[in-house]
Each structure stands twice: as C-alpha cells, then as structure tokens.
C-alpha cells in the first residue's frame, strides 16, 4: 500500500506565503504525476497545479503566477509553494500521485488526508 502524508498548512494574513509538503511511502516503484487539489466549503474540489515526471507543469488560473509546485524524486515528495495569498485560497489542500507500486504493471491513484490552509487577517 502507498501512504500520502501533508504538511504545512495553517492559518496566514493575506499577502503572506505556505509551503506545503506531500511525502508519500510504501513499495513504491515509480510516480507519473503528482498535484494538488483544493476544495472550499460547499464547492467542488478543483486541481491547483500539478508536475508530471518530466517537470512538465500544470496550474489552476486562479493561481498562476503565484504557486509553484515541484517534486523530489528521491524522497518521493511533491512541493506546492504558495506566494501572495488571498482569502478565497481558503481551503482543504489536497495531494494526489498516480503511483505503480513494487511488482505491479499499472497505476493506481492515491490521495492525502487535506491538509487546512486559512487565509485570513
């Protein structure tokens, strides 16, 4: 099984920056795409930014120009550096790897818990 575990969310004035971190583990082969989801109260989870293998990059335009995502390889960890942030960034942040586990010849999608981020003066 494959475990994807966020950090540093929290609560941030509004022009403030978070860094959020997904680390995920288990008997991990390879991982396609990683990204990042967000969902708002009472609205659909939508996709922030996401990295392919490649370093080909993806970003929501609500927040281009303002988030960066990236990944370590070694450490099987995807980064979401979030600059110049507003209130409606408000939201539960979510991880997701398309992962191929050890001894498996597909992929399967894997999700974080969310992690709160609060945007906020």
């Known amino acids: 099984q494959v475990q994807l575990v966020e950090s540093g969310g929290g609560l941030v004035q509004p022009g403030g920056s978070l860094r959020l971190s997904c680390a995920a583990s288990?008997?991990?082969?390879?991982?396609?795409?990683m990204a990042w989801h967000r969902q708002a109260p009472g609205k659909r989870r939508d996709l922030v930014a996401s990295i392919f293998s490649g370093g080909i990059t993806n970003y929501g335009d609500s927040v281009k120009g303002r988030f960066t995502i990236s990944r370590d390889d070694a450490k099987n960890t995807v980064y979401l550096q979030m600059n110049r942030l507003k209130p409606e960034d408000t939201a539960v942040y979510y991880c997701n790897m398309f992962v191929r586990t050890v001894g498996v010849h597909w992929g399967n999608d894997y999700w974080g818990q969310g992690t709160q981020v609060t945007v906020s003066s």
């Open positions: 288990g008997s991990i082969f390879s991982i396609n795409n």
